[in-house]
Antibody, heavy 118, light 110 residues
Framework: EVQLVESGGGLVQPGGSLRLSCAASGFTFSSYEMNWVRQAPGKGLEWVSYISSSGSTIYYADSVKGRFTISRDNAKNSLYLQMNSLRAEDTAVYYC???????????WGQGTLVTVSS | QSVLTQPPSVSAAPGQKVTISCSGSSSNIGNNYVSWYQQLPGTAPKLLIYDNNKRPSGIPDRFSGSKSGTSATLGITGLQTGDEADYYCGTWDSSLSARVFGGGTKLTVL
C-alpha cells in the first residue's frame, strides 16, 4: 500500500524558515517523481514544486521560486521542502504527492499545516 | 486567479447526472493530459481520472472524463450524497513549466 506521511509543519513567524519532510513507503521511491502541493485555508490546490526521480530536474511555482528548495534522499525514501523567508500567504496545508508519470499526482499524503504568523 | 477555469459550484439531485467543466489553453489542456481529483471534506485529494478519461483501479464507472481542444469535462452519473466534495482538474502547463489546477468546483447533492 502506498503511504506518504508528511511532517515538520507548525507555527513560524514571517521571515522564518521551516523544513518539511515526507516519508514514503509501499513503492519503489527512487523510481518515482514527486511533488509538493499546498492548499491555503478554504482555498483551492496550488502546486508548489516537482522533483524528478534522480533529483536532476526540479521545477518551482513562481510564488515560491528563490525561497523554497525541494530535495530528496532516495536511500531514506524521503522527500523534503526547505522553506525560507516565509510569508503570511504561505500559510497552508502542504501535501506530498507521488507523480504518475506524464499524468500528474496520483497518491497524496494527509498533509501538514504550516502557519506563518506573528 | 487559476490558470484553469472551473465553475465554483454545481448541484443536482441524488441519482441524477452532473458535469463539471475545466477550461484552459493550448499551453496546458490543449497539449497535455488532464487529471481530475476529488477532495472530500477534511481529507487529501484523491485521483479520479487521469490521461483525460482513464479511471484508476477502484474508481467506479459512474465517474468519466473527456477532453476536447482546450477544455475538459468530468461527468458523474447516479449521484450519491457521498459524492459531495470539491472537484479539481489539473494538467501540466508547457509555457509555465508548472503543474496547474483549476480553482475547484463544489458539488452539492440536494
Amino acid at each position: 500500500e502506498v503511504q506518504l506521511v508528511e511532517s515538520g509543519g507548525g507555527l513560524v513567524q514571517p521571515g522564518g524558515s521551516l523544513r518539511l519532510s515526507c516519508a514514503a513507503s509501499g513503492f519503489t521511491f527512487s523510481s518515482y517523481e514527486m511533488n509538493w502541493v499546498r492548499q491555503a485555508p478554504g482555498k483551492g490546490l496550488e502546486w508548489v514544486s516537482y522533483i524528478s526521480s534522480s533529483g536532476s530536474t526540479i521545477y518551482y511555482a513562481d510564488s515560491v521560486k528563490g525561497r523554497f528548495t525541494i530535495s530528496r534522499d532516495n536511500a531514506k525514501n524521503s522527500l523534503y521542502l526547505q522553506m525560507n523567508s516565509l510569508r503570511a500567504e504561505d500559510t497552508a496545508v502542504y501535501y506530498c504527492a507521488r507523480e504518475f508519470p506524464s499524468y500528474g499526482p496520483d497518491y497524496w499524503g494527509q498533509g501538514t499545516l504550516v502557519t506563518v504568523s506573528s | 486567479q487559476s490558470v484553469l477555469t472551473q465553475p465554483p459550484s454545481v448541484s443536482a439531485a441524488p441519482g441524477q447526472k452532473v458535469t463539471i467543466s475545466c477550461s484552459g489553453s493550448s499551453s496546458n489542456i490543449g497539449n497535455n493530459y488532464v487529471s481530475w481529483y476529488q477532495q472530500l471534506p477534511g481529507t487529501a485529494p484523491k485521483l479520479l481520472i487521469y490521461d483525460n478519461n482513464k479511471r484508476p483501479s477502484g474508481i467506479p464507472d459512474r465517474f468519466s472524463g473527456s477532453k476536447s481542444g482546450t477544455s475538459a469535462t468530468l461527468g458523474i452519473t447516479g449521484l450519491q450524497t457521498g459524492d459531495e466534495a470539491d472537484y479539481y482538474c489539473g494538467t501540466w502547463d508547457s509555457s509555465l513549466s508548472a503543474r496547474v489546477f483549476g480553482g475547484g468546483t463544489k458539488l452539492t447533492v440536494l
